[in-house]
């Protein structure tokens, strides 16, 4: 096993430690890299998670305090990324006991959208969630986000 092989091609690495697991060849295993790529995975479908959510959050900001520059394009990306935290969540069903923490970072990061992608001031904009978990993950919500453009 060359440990050197993790620092200096990363994939060669994957593709060895794969053939190692397969082949039931433990001893050459590389555990502390490979201990720590697994963890990585791990806290990547977080991250994840907390970035649609801050997507989301952001797009419900935008849809809530510009109600005039509404548009189709906001009105996709709430149900796209709707969809895509329930299959996340769906295919990793323990994150469900981190969704306080991954809400609370995208309202951080959707507040961060908000006033990037609009004219809007930091001060018109909540210093606290405006919206319940429900709220954030009911396809119906706001009222109007069904409206035909």
């Given at each position: 096993?060359e440990?050197?092989?993790?620092e200096t ?10 053939q190692?697991?397969?082949s039931?060849?433990f001893?050459?295993?590389d555990?502390?890299n490979?201990?720590e790529?697994?963890?990585s995975?791990?806290?990547?479908e ?9 997507v ?10 510009q109600p005039?520059k509404r548009?189709?394009?906001?009105q996709?990306?709430i149900n796209a990324q709707r969809r895509e ?5 769906a295919?990793n ?7 306080d923490?991954?809400i609370?970072?995208?309202?951080i ?10 004219p809007?001031k ?10 319940s978990?429900?709220q954030i993950?009911d ?7 069904d409206?035909?453009?």
């Amino acid at each position: 096993m060359e440990t050197n092989l993790y620092e200096t091609d990363f994939y060669s690495w994957t593709v060895e430690q794969s053939q190692f697991l397969q082949s039931g060849k433990f001893e050459h295993l590389d555990l502390i890299n490979l201990a720590e790529e697994i963890a990585s995975l791990g806290r990547q479908e977080r991250r994840e998670l907390e970035n649609r959510l801050g997507v989301l959050i952001g797009h419900l900001l935008k849809w809530q305090y510009q109600p005039e520059k509404r548009s189709r394009s906001w009105q996709v990306t709430i149900n796209a990324q709707r969809r895509e935290i329930q299959k996340l969540l769906a295919n990793n069903p323990s994150l469900k006991s981190h969704l306080d923490v991954a809400i609370a970072e995208g309202f951080i990061q959707g507040l961060d959208l908000a006033f990037t992608e609009t004219p809007l001031k930091k001060k018109d904009l909540p210093s606290e969630l405006p919206y319940s978990q429900d709220q954030i993950f009911d396809s119906s919500f706001p009222e109007d986000i069904d409206f035909e453009f």
